[in-house]
């Protein structure tokens, strides 16, 4: 006997073989039950869940010799011809191969006569989406009311290509993505069926290779058996689908902490000389930071390996994020990239390039009105006890503070010099500096950026200072608003003496032209 393939072997005989679509299942079975046939049912999905198969058992339910049962027998004459694609009353139609309205009239032709064999005459319509819009027209009509004893039996992968005119008259269901750990379980099933030895490590990279699909994953399994010479281990699995082990993923991020250019160079020779598939890695790259990101935030050492822990433990929340945000966009672009492995070395180029700078936890970590600054004696001061620098500067601050004058002194950059931009000073006492902020750029202001406009303060003035913003009125005398008020002034001026200059005014009386106030553009900005 000749062999036969996985996916047909194993195909499901009964609703309780159907692995991941218990809630259709259930529907099915209690309308079966209560008698409660529809004319015309629609099963949506991806490729290979089970829309073919549910359509099948469906039909050997409603033609079962013992009767309309949610558990055909599978011994009858009419569940074996089911069975066998032998069933005369189950037209099978493949739609993309039969597009034409031509191919759906004949089709319709014998729809009237009664079955020859069962007890319903099933129409099944696989990939119905393919169909002409001509040939939807002329199923419309038949699919509406249709003879007691027929029954539309239709499967697409791509429901939103068809008619709303079609949905509306079908009884929907759409077969859901079948879970990587269903999977595996079916796998570890069928290889023991099949008395075929196997590590169970090697079924996961099987599962989450087939992206939802049982049968490619029997499909891939198949594969798999020939390539191990039936002994399937993880390794060989691995190099069959050019995938990598998390111990290489590992290895990879741990060179990226430790900026080992050399090491991270040789691993990726490595990986070229495997034949690997550069997408897949970083798509594991991607998983792993994704594992290292809840690790750390749910503060959980038993759900995740000992390699995601350990390097969790070395990166900060926030190169984590930066490094997940780098290798997706780089495994978007991956296509457009000259090869795959270029592709991949510009990835890890940029994550070395971007790994942001090493700071002091102290630092980064102080609260921005709880600074602690050292009680001291406050002593006299004396011929032999004079005042240091750094505490007179905050004295001669304190008298007379011009807060832009400040700002440009603080070096601030980004969001921070943009946060005090739009602040207007209202006070400074005691080491401690309070601010209003313009009531429309409350946007600003974040824990973050308070605590750098703090640290900052706290370096110019040479002592721990403390700040606290607070919103004011909509018609605060901010620096960004001075510097506009000055900037349109000059610009004011600017026009006038372009508008009184003898020679522009030449000039616009003999080509009779105008000055357009708004293309004047202030060069110099101070």
């Known amino acids: 006997m000749s062999y036969q393939v996985l996916a047909r072997k194993y195909r499901p005989q009964s609703f309780d073989q159907l692995i991941g679509q218990e809630s259709t299942c ?30 099948r058992l469906l039909a050997k339910c409603l033609n079962c010799q013992t009767k309309i049962t949610p558990e055909p027998c599978n011994q009858c004459a009419r569940c074996l011809a089911i069975n066998t694609n032998c069933f005369t009353d189950l037209i099978e139609v493949d739609a993309a191969s039969r597009t034409k309205v031509e191919d759906t009239r004949d089709l319709l032709a014998d729809v009237h006569y009664a079955p020859s064999q069962g007890r319903y005459k099933i129409y099944l319509i696989d990939e119905v989406h393919m169909l002409s819009s001509h040939s939807f027209n002329a199923l419309l009509k038949t699919l509406e009311e249709p003879p007691p004893h027929v029954i539309f039996l239709l499967a697409t992968t791509d429901p939103q290509r068809l008619p709303a005119t079609i949905l509306s008259r079908c009884l929907q269901f759409h077969l859901k993505i079948i879970s990587a750990t269903q999977i595996s379980d079916h796998l570890a099933n069928v290889l023991n069926n099949e008395n075929i030895p196997y590590e169970p490590t090697a079924l996961s990279p099987l599962a989450h290779a087939a992206r939802g699909s049982l049968r490619d994953a029997l499909s891939l399994l198949d594969q798999a058996i020939a390539y191990t010479n039936q002994q399937l281990t993880q390794q060989d699995v691995n190099t069959l689908l050019g995938h990598v082990a998390n111990t290489e993923v590992s290895s990879l991020l741990e060179a990226l902490i430790l900026e080992d250019t050399a090491q991270l160079w040789s691993l990726v020779e490595k990986l070229n000389a495997q034949a690997v598939d550069f997408s897949w890695v970083i798509a594991e790259l991607i998983t792993f930071l994704h594992n290292m990101a ?6 959980t050492e038993t759900n995740y390996p000992q390699a995601v822990i350990n390097l969790a433990k070395k990166l900060s929340p926030e190169d984590i994020q930066l490094y997940y945000q780098i290798a997706l966009f ?6 457009l990239a000259p090869t795959p492995r270029l592709g991949f070395e510009m990835m890890l180029l940029r994550l070395l390039a971007f790994k942001p700078a090493i700071e002091q936890q102290t630092a980064q970590h102080r609260l921005v009105k709880s600074t602690i600054s050292p009680v001291t004696e406050k002593k006299p001061a004396t011929a032999g006890n004079k005042i240091s620098p750094a505490i007179e500067q905050p004295q001669k601050q304190q008298k007379n503070l011009h807060w832009p004058a400040l700002i440009k002194q603080l070096n601030l950059t980004g969001l921070t010099y943009a946060l005090a931009q739009q602040c207007a000073l209202q006070s400074y006492q005691s080491n401690h500096l309070s601010l209003y902020l313009d009531p429309r750029q409350a946007a600003l202001r974040s824990v973050k950026q308070e605590t750098k406009l703090a640290q900052a303060l706290s370096g110019y003035f040479g002592q721990p200072t403390t700040l606290e913003i607070t919103l004011g009125d909509a018609d605060l005398s901010t620096p960004a608003r001075l510097e506009q008020q000055h900037k349109s002034q000059r610009l004011e001026q600017t026009t006038t003496a372009l508008q009184e200059d003898p020679t522009i005014q030449a000039i616009m009386q003999t080509f009779d032209a105008k000055l357009q106030p708004e293309s004047i553009q202030l060069l110099d900005e101070d």
Do not use: E, M
Request: glycine share 8%; hydrophobic share 35%; net charge positive.
């Open 294 to 299: 809840l690790s750390q935030r749910f503060k």
């Open 330 to 335: 780089s495994q978007r672009d991956l296509a």
């Open 26 to 55: 259930r529907i099915l079975k209690n309308a079966l039950n209560t008698q409660r046939i529809h004319h015309a049912y629609l099963f949506t999905g991806t490729r290979g869940v089970g829309k073919t198969t549910l359509a």
